[in-house]
Each structure stands twice: as C-alpha cells, then as structure tokens.
C-alpha cells in the first residue's frame, strides 16, 4: 500500500521523497551518532556562556545555538553533497534524471534536518520555557526556515565547485564559522564598534540572531522588518544563484 502510494506521487515529490528515504532515514538509522554530532558546537558555546554568566547570558546563547545549529545544517548539506558528487558519484545520475537542482538540494537538505531536528526542538523548548508565546515561536521557525534556505544554497553553490569532499568540509567549516560565531550572533549588535555595524547589519545570521534575541525578550538590536527584509533577499538571491547559475552539469 505504502508503496503504491508513493508510485501515484508526482514525479517531483517522489523524487524528493526517494532522495530524503536514502539519504537521510537510512543514515540516521545506521548511525546515530550525526546526532549528538550536530549538537556539539552551539550547545558547547551555550554551556560555557551559561556558566561564565551565572545563566544571566542564556538567552543569548539559546539565539546564538538556534542560529548556529541553522547555518551548519544549511552549509554542510554543501559538504554531503560533495561526497555525494566526487566519491559516490550520485550526482551524476541525478543529472540524468529528470530532477532538478532546487529538488536535489532540498531533497538532501530535508534529509538533513532528520539530524537537527532534536536540538531544535530542545532550543525552541527553552525558548518556550522562557515565556515566548506559540506567535512567537512560530514566527522564529519561519526565520530558521528562511536562514536555511539561505544557507543551503551557499553549501550547495560551493559543493559544485569543491575539487575534494575534504576541500568542501573546510570552505563549509570555515564559512560556518564565519558566518555563525564571528558576528554578533551569541551577543548584542550593540558591542560592535560603529564602523562595523553596518557590515554586521546585511548578514542574514546576524539578521536572524538579532530576531531570536527579541523573542526571548532581549530587545531587537536591528529593527525587526529590516531582519526580515535581509532575510528573504538572501534567500531569493542564493535560490536564484543555485537556479540559473550553479554548475550542475560537468562539461
């Protein structure tokens, strides 16, 4: 039955549905240990400003893990996808298919989100725990959404381009780390110094930051409808990247 269900899916979806079963269940299954893997970093930063602060710091850590755990999901989809493409040769027949790259990369990307999902549920749960209303809570699951989308796409535009599945860990990890634990993103915008705000302002990490810290109660160091605003503009431009100029086909 299961299976006839899945035949009279368009071809699109069962495309999806087959690229998440293989790539993201079965894994999960024989290794749960990309679990805890994905906890690893932001949890450890939360844990260490819980405790140099006496817990007066957790809120900002809670926005700065929700953040992280985000743009690592999103960049290293980039690092599987290289695997994929160069060791496994996947890609390739993906090419042939009728598939396109928005739905391999979001094929790959949902399958990934089996893996972060359970710290997201403990960071939306403290952050509940901490007053923030359903509304609230909502409209933070729609900012990991759209940093997501922003940053799968940047993971997958540089997998295309990655000569070795270790060249792509390290661009990932270091664009990460960019991206993720440089910008005020465990801290207020407010301890930068002038001439650096605006710089910090345009990233989409910072955006979604500064949007979590409000929702803990924190207080919006960027004005909300300008967070949002680089938020959607960073993922409709990187869509658009991967869409019509990511290198998909080998010549």
């Known amino acids: 039955m299961a299976l006839q269900k899945v035949r009279l899916m368009p071809n699109r979806i069962r495309s999806l549905w087959a690229i998440m079963y293989y790539l993201g269940f079965i894994p999960v299954l024989r290794n ?6 994905v906890f690893s970093s932001p949890f450890t930063l939360l844990f260490i400003l ?9 809120p900002f850590g809670i926005a700065g893990a929700l953040t992280m755990v985000t ?6 989809v980039g690092t599987d996808l290289a695997s994929y493409k ?3 040769k996947f890609q390739d027949i993906v090419v042939a298919s009728p598939v396109s790259p928005l739905t391999y990369m979001f ?4 399958s990934e989100l089996l893996f972060g999902a359970p710290p997201l549920i403990v960071l939306f749960a403290l952050m509940a725990g901490r007053g923030a209303s359903v509304v609230t809570i909502l409209a933070a699951l729609g900012v990991v959404g759209l940093l997501w989308v922003t940053t799968t796409s940047i993971g997958f535009f540089f997998s295309a381009y990655s000569p070795s599945t270790q060249n792509a860990f390290i661009i990932n990890g270091f664009i990460a780390t960019l991206l993720s634990v440089l910008p005020p993103v ?3 915008v407010s301890l930068l110094p002038a001439v650096a705000v605006p710089f910090a302002e345009v990233l989409p990490t910072t955006a979604a930051a500064s949007l979590f810290q409000g929702a803990l ?11 949002f605003a680089v938020l ?13 100029r990511m290198k998909w086909r080998e010549p």
């Open 32 to 37: 749960p240990l990309f679990i805890p893997f």
């Open 71 to 76: 743009t690592e999901l999103g960049l290293f």
């Open 186 to 188: 465990y801290y207020s």
């Open 232 to 244: 959607l503009m960073a993922a409709a431009l990187l869509l658009a990247l991967v869409s019509f």
């Open 107 to 110: 094929g790959v990307a949902l």
């Open 217 to 227: 109660g924190l207080g919006y160091s960027i004005p909300p409808l300008f967070s």
């Open 50 to 58: 819980f405790v140099a602060t006496g817990g007066t710091a957790l």
């Open 86 to 88: 160069i060791q496994n």
